[in-house]
C-alpha cells in the first residue's frame, strides 16, 4: 500500500488540475434538480470533483473496514443532498460540511504514513 498512496495523490493532482468543467457525473444525463444546479453552477461543480476525488482516493487506502463506512456515509449525504433540490445555499452547505469531514479523514491518514 505504501507505492499506491504516491500514485493515488498524483492521480488528484492531475484531477483537480482539469476539474473546473465536468460534474464527477454526466451533466448531459442529469435529470434530478441536485444534478441540475450542479452542472450548472460552476463552484457546485467544482466542489463535486473534489468530494468526487477525495472520496475515490479515500476508498482506494482505506482497510475494508473503513471503505464500508466511507460509502454508507457517502450514500447517506447523496440522500441529504438531494433534498436540498436546486437550492444552491443548500447545496454548498450540504458540500462544505462533507469536504470538511473527507478534508479530515484523509489529513489523518496522511499524518499516519505508510502501515
Known sequence: MSRLFPAVLALATLT?????????FPCDKAEAPDEKAICT???LNDRDIEMATRFEILKAVLPMG?????RDDQEAWLQERRTCGADVACLTAAYDARLKVLRAVLSEFAKQGPQ
Open 16 to 24: 483537480f488540475g482539469s476539474y473546473a468543467h465536468a460534474a464527477s
Open 41 to 43: 453552477h460552476l463552484p
Open 66 to 70: 473503513g471503505q464500508g463506512k466511507l
